[in-house]
């Protein structure tokens, strides 16, 4: 039996499916992490590939394409959809980077960055301080067993060696993508509003007292009050995490819908 033999049975639907489970280990929340070692990613998404393997290879009899050049094409397909899964999930959390990016910028932080391990970039001091919180509310809730969860479910939507590409997938991404915009401003919102009311009664405090250092005074207050206000919206916050790791799994749905 020579090698494309041996592809068109079961190794070929276990390739592919340690192609597509090695997607989310790339992009994902969490699971994509940096400060996971390569190594790590590498033997879990082979494991979780084990464990779905006997589910997956029940579906259907997968036949691998006789070209070594087309099943390279199937391999890269494969490994878009985990990727495409973990893109998603990671779209809205970076709404949190944008919202933590508002906030420096208004409560007067915006030269203050701290090196998120995660991501390897530099982020906002409140940003990383939510996105760190967003990812323990992510855990505490079992959003990483859902996500798994959406993985399996996408080869019963998606399934091996028949994904379509969709012209109205790249129009999905874009509204995700547009949604951080509008998802960012909404969490910062509160703190925004507080500090435009603090520099309006500066303002009027300049006017009414000259001789008043507003610059001495002002900067610390802001921060005080946007620090303040974030603790006073904290509990709404956890509440919107809810609302926002909901649409988070109606996304990739759509998403994967996109690809039948």
């Given at each position: 039996?020579?090698?494309?033999?041996?592809?068109q049975?079961?190794?070929?639907?276990?390739?592919?499916?340690?192609t597509?489970?090695?997607?989310?280990?790339?992009?994902?929340?969490?699971?994509?992490?940096?400060?996971?070692?390569?190594?790590i990613?590498?033997?879990?998404?082979?494991?979780?590939?084990?464990?779905?393997?006997?589910?997956?290879?029940?579906?259907?009899?997968?036949?691998?394409?006789?070209?070594?050049?087309?099943?390279?094409?199937?391999?890269?397909?494969?490994?878009?959809?985990?990727?495409?899964?973990?893109?998603?999930?990671?779209?809205?959390?970076?709404?949190?980077?944008?919202?933590?990016?508002?906030?420096?910028?208004?409560?007067?932080?915006?030269?203050?960055?701290?090196?998120?391990?995660?991501?390897?970039?530099?982020?906002?001091?409140?940003?990383?301080?939510?996105y760190?919180?967003?990812?323990?509310?992510?855990l505490?809730?079992?959003?990483?067993?859902?996500?798994?969860?959406?993985?399996?479910?996408?080869?019963?939507?998606?399934?091996?060696?028949?994904?379509?590409?969709?012209?109205?997938?790249?129009?999905?991404?874009?509204?995700?993508?547009?949604?951080?915009?509008?998802?960012?401003?909404?969490?910062?919102?509160?703190?925004?509003?507080a500090?435009?009311?603090?520099?309006?009664?500066?303002?009027?405090?300049?006017?009414?007292?000259?001789?008043?250092?507003?610059?001495?005074?002002?900067?610390?207050?802001?921060?005080?009050?946007?620090?303040?206000?974030?603790?006073?919206?904290m509990?709404?916050?956890?509440?919107f995490?809810?609302?926002?790791?909901?649409?988070?799994?109606?996304?990739?749905?759509m998403?994967?819908?996109?690809?039948?």
């Open positions: 039996m020579d090698f494309f033999d041996l592809l049975n079961h190794a070929a639907v276990f390739l592919l499916l340690l597509r489970v090695s997607g989310i280990f790339i992009m994902s929340p969490f699971f994509g992490s940096l400060s996971i070692p390569m190594y990613r590498a033997g879990a998404a082979f494991i979780f590939s084990i464990v779905l393997f006997p589910v997956i290879d029940g579906f259907a009899e997968i036949e691998a394409p006789q070209s070594l050049l087309l099943y390279t094409g199937d391999v890269l397909c494969e490994l878009f959809i985990g990727w495409l899964i973990g893109l998603v999930a990671y779209i809205s959390f970076s709404a949190i980077h944008m919202a933590g990016k508002i906030m420096d910028m208004q409560v007067g932080f915006a030269i203050v960055n701290v090196m998120d391990p995660t991501s390897g970039q530099q982020i906002p001091l409140i940003g990383s301080f939510l760190n919180l967003t990812l323990i509310v992510f505490v809730t079992n959003g990483h067993h859902v996500l798994i969860e959406a993985l399996v479910d996408s080869f019963h939507t998606v399934p091996l060696l028949q994904m379509t590409m969709n012209p109205a997938l790249s129009e999905l991404i874009a509204g995700f993508t547009a949604s951080i915009f509008v998802t960012g401003m909404k969490i910062a919102m509160p703190v925004t509003f500090i435009l009311m603090t520099n309006v009664g500066l303002g009027i405090l300049a006017r009414t007292m000259p001789q008043l250092n507003i610059f001495v005074v002002g900067i610390p207050m802001q921060i005080v009050i946007g620090l303040f206000t974030l603790m006073m919206v509990p709404f916050y956890v509440i995490l809810d609302v926002m790791f909901n649409e988070m799994y109606g996304n990739i749905s998403a994967l819908q996109a690809l039948q």
